[in-house]
């Protein structure tokens, strides 16, 4: 069992930066890659980010990418999601997954572990 729990969230005026957290507990951290899912009222949950086990292989969602950058450190069992040039649509509760599996990362179905999930409002 991998136990993650997200901070940071908040509102911010658009232009501005957030940075996420999600704290892991139980299993080794570095069993698992990790990735950033987002969802809005009345949309699906979508792939924002992800991470390998390693921090050296990070992937994006083209909506985010050049914005926003995953890290981790493995030595606090913590990633991390920085959000800048924050836009109206990046509004939606956001939510760190772990997953054993380094293939087809951008799907929700792959990952086995979810936080609770952090809201983050972008205001024009």
């Known amino acids: 069992q991998v136990q993650l729990v997200e901070s940071g969230g908040g509102l911010v005026q658009a232009g501005g930066s957030l940075r996420l957290s999600c704290a892991a507990s139980?299993?080794?951290?570095?069993?698992?890659?990790m990735g950033w899912f987002r969802q809005a009222p009345g949309k699906e949950r979508e792939f924002v980010a992800f991470?390998?086990?390693?921090?050296?292989?990070?992937d994006y969602a083209d909506s985010v990418k050049g914005r926003f950058t995953a890290s981790r450190d493995n030595a606090k069992n913590t990633v991390y999601l920085q959000m800048n040039s924050l836009k109206p649509e990046d509004t939606a509760v956001y939510y760190c997954?772990?997953?054993?599996?380094?293939?087809?990362?951008?799907?929700?179905?792959?990952?086995?572990?979810w936080g609770q999930g952090t809201q983050v409002t972008v205001s024009s």
């Open positions: 997954a772990a997953s054993p599996y380094g293939s087809v990362w951008y799907s929700p179905d792959k990952y086995n572990y």
């Open positions: 991470i390998n086990w390693s921090g050296i292989s990070t």
């Open positions: 139980g299993r080794a951290f570095t069993s698992y890659h």
